[in-house]
């Protein structure tokens, strides 16, 4: 049995395959369903595809959607952020006119001998899409952008020219897999040229959601912190993104262990005291982005 098979009757999957289907599109979340009563092939819409897309545009992480595989549904909470029930339903028939619009030109443009290889691997990050909406498109920001995706859709020269953008970038450094020094910087060139913001968050979030990451392993063990302590800790630290090592700041002013002020942030957080941060990231309880520190270090593999 498919993975994909074990949710394919959840309602987040009836949901996406009705929409898609006022739109034109099927969604195959029933193996073989759509080709069986012979429908197009063209217009099919497998699970791994649509979550790939989701991850790229709505996570922003094309590193990521581009290496997606199946077995991500395997993470319940993976499952859940990506195919998520709090997402506007109108969202995913433009996730997928992205993506076949973008397909449609990597087929007629790649290189004939790798053409399935660049089809799978650049789709997910070619940044046509980024000149057609908001650069923070987000869980909760894609309303703004709605507007603009009703004039019509990607253009093939639209589509083209952002694939020129890629390959300008790549300058034919195409590996095994790809790099993400090197989606980073497709995004980045893009975000120049069509003067978008919000790039320095491109790549920081993953496929888990950022509230499920598990607490110290003895944190259980430790007595719980004094409610006094875990407002002094509260009061000394700065206003969210933290820097690094804000932890030991706090630590050294208080005279305790580094330790004992990552557990108290750890509580702040999960009281709601305190926003989830992650490199430098900081999220609400619902996954969307609220600030990012732009002065560390862009991650680069």
């Not at 791994?48 to 997606?68: C, E, Q």
């Amino acid at each position: 049995m498919e993975i994909s098979s074990l949710h394919a009757t959840d309602k987040i999957q009836r949901d996406i395959e009705v929409i898609l289907d006022r739109c034109g599109w099927y969604y195959e979340r029933r193996r073989n369903y759509y080709r069986n009563i012979g429908r197009p092939a063209a217009r099919f819409v497998t699970p791994i595809y649509l979550a790939s897309a989701a991850v790229a545009l709505v996570l922003r992480n094309p590193k990521i959607g581009a290496d997606l595989k199946p077995k991500f549904m395997r993470s319940q909470g993976a499952y859940e952020n990506v195919f998520s029930s709090t997402l506007p339903i109108e969202v995913w028939p433009i996730i997928v006119e992205v993506y076949k619009a973008v397909d449609a030109v990597l087929l007629q443009h790649a290189i004939p001998v790798t053409r399935e290889r660049y089809h799978a691997r650049f789709a997910p990050w070619s940044p046509s899409s980024w000149s057609r909406a908001p650069w923070d498109i987000c869980v909760f920001s894609f309303p703004a952008c709605w507007t603009s995706w009703k004039a019509g859709p990607i253009a093939p020269d639209e589509a083209l020219e952002a694939w020129q953008i890629v390959s300008g970038v790549t300058k034919g450094r195409i590996g095994a897999r790809l790099r993400a020094a090197l989606v980073l910087d497709a995004c980045e060139s893009a975000a120049k040229q069509f003067s978008l913001e919000g790039v320095e968050s491109v790549g920081k979030r993953g496929v888990l959601p950022p509230h499920i990451d598990k607490p110290p392993r003895d944190m259980v063990q430790a007595p719980p912190p004094s409610q006094d302590l875990v407002d002094d800790v509260d009061r000394l630290l700065p206003p969210q993104p933290w820097k690094v090592g804000v932890h030991r700041e706090v630590a050294a002013s208080l005279g305790v262990q580094d330790k004992v002020v990552s557990d108290v942030i750890q509580l702040l957080i999960a009281s709601g005291r305190r926003n989830q941060q992650r490199d430098g990231v900081v999220y609400a309880p619902d996954g969307k982005v609220l600030a990012v520190d732009a002065s560390r270090p862009k991650r680069r593999e």
